[in-house]
C-alpha cells in the first residue's frame, strides 16, 4: 500500500496464518518446517496383475513400480547382513522381561528399587560400621592430612587445568582413597584376602508378581573378598519385615524405564567362573563422572546403586543356594559406595530371601543408606570473588573428617 508521494510503505502487523508465508519473512526465519513428501499407497486390485516397467528397465511414467526380488550377492557380506526376525531367533520368548542396565535411570527412584528388590529402608548405616567409625584405633596415622593430600592430587595436582574436569579426577580420587585404605594391611592382615575387580557383567533374573525382570550389564567396581560379610540384623529383625508393608507409586507401572526385550536367556553369574579364589563380592564402587546429559542425578543414582548391590548378591544366592525361590538360612550382604568425586552415598544390602514374587508377604530384605554425605566443600585453584570481596579461597576448604571415616570403616568391615 502506498500513500500518497511520500512512498511510505506500511506494514501489515496482523499475524500471518498458518501455512502462509509473508513477503517480507524469509522462509527460514518463519520457522515453517518442510512437510515430507508421501509416497502414494500402491493399489492392489484383485483379480488384475498391475502392469510394470519391469521388462523395458527404466523408469516410463504411467507404469507401476515392479516389485523387485531381493538381490542374492552370492556370499556373505559383513556390513550389509540382515539378521534373522525377533520371531525366528532361538531366545526369543513370548513372556517379555524387562531389564535395568548401567544407564537406567528410573523415575521413581529409591521406591522403585525397593519395589522391585522386595527390601526396607533403613535410614543410616548399621551400627556394626559405626562402631568402626568411631573407633580412633582404626584410623590411619595422620588420617586428616592424608586424606587432604589425596584430594588436593586429584583435583589440583594431577592435572594442569585450571578447571578439571569430573571424568578426570573422580576416578583419581576413589583410587587415591583405596590406597590409604590399603595401607592398613600391616595392622589387618584379612586385608591381604581381597581384590579388586573392574569391567565384569552381573546378571540376575527374578519374578516379581506376574513380570520377569532382569539386571544385567557392567556396574563399576567390585572388591571381593575370600570370607563373606557378617549380617547386619539378626533373625529377630529379619522375621520382623514380615508385617513391612513396601511403599506404593500407583498408578505409576513398576517396570517403567525399564527396556522391554523378548531376546533374552534364563540365568544367573556372578561374572566370575568356576574357581575364583575371591568369589564374595565385599563393596561395589561407583564413580558418577559421566557428561553432562548423560551424568545420574542423586535420586537415580542410589536406585542404581541398589539394583546392582543387590544383582551381585542375588547371583550369589543362586549359586550357592540353588535356584528354588526361599528364605536364606546365612543372609548375604553387600556394600556398595557412589560418589561424584565431592559427595557419597553409603549402601549396605541384606539379601534375606530369594522369594520375590508375593508383593507385600514374607520376608524382606534390608538396606541401610547414608546419603549425601560431603567429603569437603570446594576445591578451587582460583579463589571465587564477588563485589570485591573472597567468597570462595583458593585451594580446599570445608573438609569433612566423619565422610572418609565411614569409608575406612566400610573397607574394615569384614575384618576388623
Not at 501455512?19 to 484383485?46: D, F, N, Y
Not at 483379480?47 to 511414467?61: A, F, K, N, S, V
Not at 556398595?336 to 524382606?364: E, H, P, W, Y
Not at 585451594?395 to 571415616?405: A, D, R
Request: hydrophobic share 35%; aromatic share 10%.
Amino acid at each position: 500500500m502506498w500513500c500518497g508521494a511520500s512512498h511510505v510503505r506500511a506494514v501489515n502487523l496482523v499475524p500471518a496464518l498458518s501455512g502462509c508465508r509473508t513477503l517480507h519473512v524469509a522462509a527460514g526465519l518463519s520457522a515453517q518446517a518442510q512437510r515430507p513428501h508421501k509416497m502414494p499407497e500402491p493399489v492392489e486390485i484383485p483379480g488384475l496383475e498391475p502392469i510394470t516397467y519391469w521388462d523395458r528397465m527404466h523408469y516410463m511414467p504411467g507404469l507401476a513400480d515392479p516389485k523387485c526380488p531381493p538381490w542374492d550377492r552370492g556370499w556373505e557380506d559383513p556390513w550389509h547382513r540382515r539378521g534373522p526376525k525377533y520371531e525366528e531367533m532361538q531366545l526369543y520368548k513370548e513372556k517379555p522381561c524387562f531389564t535395568f542396565h548401567q544407564r537406567t535411570k528410573m523415575l521413581e527412584g529409591v521406591k522403585q528399587a525397593l519395589w522391585l528388590t522386595k527390601s526396607k529402608l533403613i535410614e543410616g548405616l548399621p551400627k556394626q560400621i559405626l562402631r568402626i567409625a568411631a573407633d580412633s584405633a582404626n584410623y590411619i596415622e595422620d588420617q586428616d592430612e592424608r586424606v587432604k593430600a589425596a584430594i588436593s592430587h586429584a583435583r589440583f595436582w594431577s592435572t594442569t587445568e585450571i578447571r578439571p574436569k569430573r571424568n578426570r579426577f573422580c576416578p583419581v580420587l576413589l583410587q587415591n582413597l583405596l590406597h590409604l585404605c590399603r595401607t592398613l594391611q600391616p595392622r589387618f592382615p584379612a586385608l591381604g584376602n581381597r581384590t579388586l575387580a573392574e569391567n565384569y557383567r552381573v546378571t540376575a533374573m527374578w519374578e516379581r508378581e506376574s513380570d520377569l525382570f532382569r539386571i544385567s550389564g557392567l556396574n563399576g567396581i567390585l572388591l571381593s573378598s575370600k570370607q563373606p560379610l557378617p549380617t547386619g540384623a539378626g533373625k529377630e529383625e529379619i522375621l520382623s519385615t514380615k508385617s513391612y508393608v513396601l511403599p506404593t507409586f500407583y498408578p505409576i507401572s513398576p517396570n517403567i524405564d525399564l527396556q522391554q526385550t523378548n531376546i533374552y536367556q534364563i540365568h544367573n553369574d556372578t561374572g566370575f567362573r568356576d574357581g575364583y579364589p575371591f568369589p564374595h563380592a565385599h563393596t561395589l564402587y561407583f564413580t558418577e563422572c559421566s557428561a553432562h546429559t548423560a551424568r545420574f542425578k542423586p535420586e537415580p543414582l542410589r536406585a542404581k546403586m541398589i539394583m546392582f548391590t543387590f544383582a551381585n548378591a542375588f547371583a550369589r544366592a543362586k549359586l550357592q543356594y540353588g535356584e528354588e525361590p526361599k528364605v536364606l538360612d546365612n543372609p548375604i550382604t553387600v556394600q556398595c559406595i557412589a560418589t561424584n568425586g565431592r559427595m557419597f552415598q553409603f549402601l549396605v544390602l541384606q539379601l534375606n530371601t530369594t522369594d520375590l514374587q508375593s508383593s507385600n508377604d514374607g520376608v524382606k530384605n534390608l538396606i541401610w543408606l547414608d546419603q549425601d554425605q560431603l567429603l569437603y566443600d570446594y576445591a578451587k585453584c582460583l579463589p571465587v570473588i564477588r563485589k570485591k570481596m573472597i567468597q570462595v579461597p583458593a585451594g580446599l576448604s570445608g573438609y569433612c573428617p566423619e565422610t572418609f571415616s565411614k569409608f575406612l570403616a566400610m573397607y574394615l568391615h569384614g575384618a576388623v
